[in-house]
């Protein structure tokens, strides 16, 4: 396959960019938009309303309607931006929309903030992207001195799926719009605009029709998707992958199932593999590669800012093995669905910084990072501020837009843009909405409950195999990992990398 640079990428910019001629050109708000080639693009008109769509959008509501007759459903619906934040309540997709209502302009993407919208302000104009280094064709790209300090923390040498905080960059004067925010381009400055509505719970006869709805719109996401293009479906031995699954049983042929795997004692790798073999289906596992050659390293880095080295070999391992123009089905955003921090009790009260020091993918919160921290407890006040309002529970919105899906899953998507596209199913408000109203004791993660009510509706003989079963490795074998592991991060220590 050939490595195109910033593939699936967009910028929007008063300037011509001449290094972007061969993409796809069109305007929005008096701007030029860069769209490359394998980016899929609408513009509509009306009146004084103006419409860009990058990327694609479902309705799972209406499976048989593709990106144009979406787009003919808002104009018809939104005189105003508010009706369209509205309208995309029970959207599916991965989209970044713009829209213009006379002299003001407006950017949201979908649920899970997956089609990244970043931006800097450059004199009297703004620039907008979905990938910051497409930011050095019209301004002078520097990185901050955070930058430097993240790199060359214990966290980062700790954690090899690094993380940071939700509209946070590396970038001096280029911020991010998470999940549930939108950017006033007229005004320069970003708001949350989700949740807007009291958060209800269900009992009885409702706890049922919620699980059907779920099962419903997650299928007729996905057959909606699979009437467009082809998929491709990475079976994991976790619930997540079975979930989604167990929802298009009757398009199950459609799919092509994969997964990349290090060793065949993995349980994602022997228990998937038993599931589609007593299914009647073909797998097409990818083994990881211990290394990928330098051109693709330099690639890799080079395409998306704050590439993850693990990522890379992963991706990489896949290129000529995965079968172009497929986008993967993900499992990604589950996280919200499973109250792992509270299970069946209550949810804690006025959650600090404190509470997620210890969290893997937080340890940053206890490192010499000030400018990223104090960006993290913003956050945190604000999303707080807002579940309060409305009744919902801060830790279900911190993994929605955090750790779960949001930043984490974005970036890993950004970096994978090269090799596919990604839908994840489970990144819909209305979704998401329908789980949260369920009581804890279906959503605790020790007993799955409602994944399982799911399961038993579309694809019962699903729940006759385990999940996530101990993998086949010896105790000798999980003991010279964990030592490789831990030599690996005193090395790095040593080396001050």
Known sequence: MELIKFRRQYLITVKDVAELDGWQKETFDEKNVYAEQSLQMHKSIAGNREFLLLGYWINPHSPGKNNSDIMEDMVAECDTFERVLHFLYSLSGRFALFCKFGNNAYGVSDAGGFRPIFYNCDNDSINITSNIFLLRFVTDLKEKSEKYLFEHSNYYKLQPTYDWCPGYTFYEDVYGVPANHYINISDRVVMRFYPYNKRKDVSGIGIEQNIKNINLLIGNSIRSLASREHLSFSLTAGYDSRLLLSTIKDISNQMYFWISYNSKKERDYFLPAQILQDVGQNRYPVKNKKRVSKSFMDFYIGNTPMAHPIWQKYYGSMVGCYPDNYTVIRGSTAAVFKNSYYGSGPHPENITTDFFKNHEHMLYLKEDLPDLNNHFKNYLEEV??????????????????????????????????????????????????????????YRDPKYMKAYKEIIKIGWPELLNYPFNPPSKYSKFELKMQYYKEAAKFKLKKMLGK
């Open 384 to 441: 707080q501020e807002a579940c309060k309002k409305y009744d919902y529970k801060t830790l279900d919105f911190w993994e929605w837009e955090y750790d779960g899906g949001g930043q984490w899953q974005a970036q890993s998507q950004l970096e994978s843009d090269f090799l596919h596209d990604v839908f994840v199913p489970l990144s819909n408000r209305e979704i998401i909405d329908l789980f949260l109203q369920l009581p804890n004791e």
